[in-house]
């Protein structure tokens, strides 16, 4: 069965820096991953999605890239603002399946 | 609508009640998925409706779980005899079949279901 593993559990950075989350998934047979936010008590928003065959995408400040061969993906955050404070998740897709199997998340606090 | 949207946004039930919940996808969608977040988790996915036929209920932990997408857009999930430890948030995802955005789920913002 699929794992997905985000480390750090939880970070706090200052405003402005730059910061990097992870992601890791046990089975590189995936058809695509994404990285979601969730803020306290809402539901998840789709920050950026990777087909399998691609290397990154970038979307503003975030750029998310994935090395499906070793089973990571990474999340960029540049700039960080007290704004993107939230939950990050990542979740992949299987090639033949439907269905997201989601990380744990890290929680990002971004102190003014 | 604009989202999907899942009604109720909280419900307190007793151990051994009945619950509904319903979620409506985002207008044309095909794809309708519910999950299951506990705290400190991330979402576990349940069931997979493509139209109106499950394509794939594998996620349901047990019968007391089930879910319907009669017309193949509302969809309701059901859970019978609640017991405290299905208390979660149960979200509810949709996709479009086709276009740019075809693999991309649009979640609900959850229902919170508490089984006292």
């Known amino acids: 069965k699929q794992e997905v593993t985000q480390i750090p559990a939880a970070l706090s950075v200052p405003e402005g820096e730059n910061l990097v989350l992870n992601c890791s998934f046990t089975?590189?047979?995936?058809?695509?991953l994404q990285w979601f936010r969730q803020d306290p008590g809402k539901g998840l928003t789709s920050l950026l999605l990777i087909q399998s065959s691609q290397r990154e995408q970038t979307s503003g400040r975030l750029n998310a890239s994935l090395d499906k061969s070793s089973g990571r993906s990474t999340l960029y955050i540049a700039a960080s603002q007290p704004g993107d404070s939230a939950t990050y998740l990542c979740a992949v897709s299987e090639t033949g399946a439907n269905n997201l199997f989601f990380g744990t998340g890290t929680r990002l606090t971004v102190i003014p | 609508g604009a989202g999907v949207s899942q009604t109720p946004s909280n419900k307190v039930t007793e151990k051994g009640k009945y619950v509904e919940l319903r979620c409506d996808p985002i207008?044309?969608?095909?794809?309708l998925y519910w999950y299951r977040q506990s705290l400190g988790q991330g979402p576990e996915f349940l069931i997979y409706?493509?139209?109106?036929?499950?394509?794939?209920d594998s996620g349901l932990p047990n019968d007391r779980f089930f879910a319907v997408r009669p017309e193949g857009s509302v969809s309701t999930l059901k859970i019978q005899r609640t017991e405290r430890g299905d208390s979660a948030v149960y979200l509810c995802a949709t996709a479009a079949a086709t276009g740019p955005t075809a693999d991309t789920q649009y979640f609900g913002p959850g229902t919170r279901l508490t089984v006292l």
């Open positions: 409706f493509q139209g109106t036929g499950a394509a794939d």
């Open positions: 089975d590189s047979a995936i058809y695509n």
């Open positions: 207008s044309g969608h095909t794809a």
